[in-house]
């Protein structure tokens, strides 16, 4: 019979091998792409150089971002408001959009419209005491709404590029 110490190295050993057959398998495998074809090894042209992605927001800043793209659908609609009726909506009732409060989320408390169809984002104390961020509409000489993004006691908006 062997010894124990034999057993155990030649035990280590197929581990080991294990390990290695494992992880040179995965590392060629070629998984199949949509429609079960295998992917190709390599590519049949060189690749274009990759677009620089924009650089990630501070969490802060990518609430107030995320702010903004919740009222989007809010000011669609007081812009298709305004188109049809050549007056500004006074209300998220009279656009049948809801109350203000249904548009909370976890940085934001409510979204509403002020007089102008300006469409206000109030966010909640812990993202910024008081603050807001107003979505102004204007009318341009050839009849087209144009939005100014503005924000009060939220500093991290006024860093967007689209609000300043």
């Known amino acids: 019979m062997k010894s124990p110490a034999t057993l155990f190295i030649v035990l280590v050993f197929a581990v080991l091998?294990?390990?290695?057959?494992?992880?040179?398998?995965?590392?060629?495998?070629q998984l199949p792409?949509?429609?079960g074809v295998p992917a190709p090894s390599a590519p049949s042209e060189p690749a274009a150089p990759a677009e620089p992605e924009a650089p990630a927001?501070?969490?802060?800043?990518?609430?107030?971002a995320d702010a903004i793209a919740r009222?989007?659908?809010?000011?669609?609609?007081?812009?298709?408001?305004?188109?049809?009726?050549?007056?500004?909506p006074r209300s998220l009732a009279q656009l049948s959009l809801g109350n203000p409060d249904q548009y909370a989320d976890a940085a934001v408390a409510a979204i509403s419209?002020?007089?102008?169809?300006?469409?206000?984002?109030?966010?909640k104390?812990?993202?910024?005491?008081?603050?807001?961020?107003?979505l102004t509409p204007s009318i341009e000489a050839?009849?087209?709404?144009?939005?100014?993004?503005?924000?009060?006691?939220y500093p991290a908006a006024t860093r967007l590029p689209t609000c300043r």
Request: glycine share 6%; aromatic share 10%.
């Open 125 to 134: 104390p812990h993202v910024s005491r008081g603050g807001v961020i107003r």
């Open 71 to 88: 009222a989007a659908d809010i000011q669609a609609a007081v812009q298709a408001f305004y188109e049809a009726n050549q007056a500004w």
């Open 17 to 29: 091998f294990s390990l290695i057959a494992y992880r040179v398998s995965v590392h060629f495998a």
């Open 113 to 123: 419209i002020q007089p102008q169809g300006v469409v206000a984002i109030a966010m």
């Open 57 to 64: 927001l501070p969490p802060s800043q990518r609430q107030a």
């Open 142 to 153: 050839d009849g087209r709404v144009t939005w100014q993004c503005r924000a009060t006691n």
């Open 33 to 35: 792409e949509a429609g």
